[in-house]
């Protein structure tokens, strides 16, 4: 298990670009944790929990959603022990406009879109893109 912590929300304009922090604690980048998979999902306003994308624990492979490829890039960072998954969304639309949450599950399939399949949660950080 690891515990999410995620940052970086904010209001922007339409075309703008912006990053979100997803604070991993719990697991190392060690061999023996590496069976894990941190995913961002979005839920807008009467909508339902949407994919976004996912990414293995090592960093080394990622997926998103068709709604945000080529324009959202998921990125692992480790700095003195401490990892970090980023959300890097650049030509922001208003649509782009929800809660962002990182979510984590054991495993290697990074291909999980279903929320009920995550079992760790982040907080959620509110992004707003206007027009």
């Known amino acids: 298990q690891a515990q999410l912590v995620e940052s970086g929300g904010g209001s922007v304009q339409t075309g703008d670009s912006l990053r979100l922090s997803c604070a991993a604690s719990?697991?190392?980048?060690?061999?023996?944790?590496?069976?894990?998979?941190v995913a961002w999902f979005r839920q807008a306003p009467g909508k339902e929990r949407e994919f976004v994308g996912s990414?293995?624990?090592?960093?080394?492979?990622?997926?998103?959603a068709d709604s945000v490829k080529g324009r959202f890039t998921i990125s692992r960072v480790t700095d003195n022990a401490k990892i970090t998954m980023y959300l890097q969304m650049n030509n922001l639309k208003p649509e782009d406009t929800a809660v962002y949450y990182c979510?984590?599950?054991?495993?290697?399939?990074?291909?999980?879109?279903?929320?009920?399949?995550?079992?760790?949660w982040g907080q959620g950080t509110q992004v707003t893109v206007s027009s």
């Open positions: 979510a984590g599950r054991s495993g290697l399939y990074i291909r999980y879109v279903q929320s009920m399949y995550y079992d760790e």
């Open positions: 719990g697991r190392t980048s060690g061999r023996t944790d590496r069976n894990y998979v």
């Open positions: 990414i293995s624990w090592s960093g080394d492979n990622t997926f998103y």
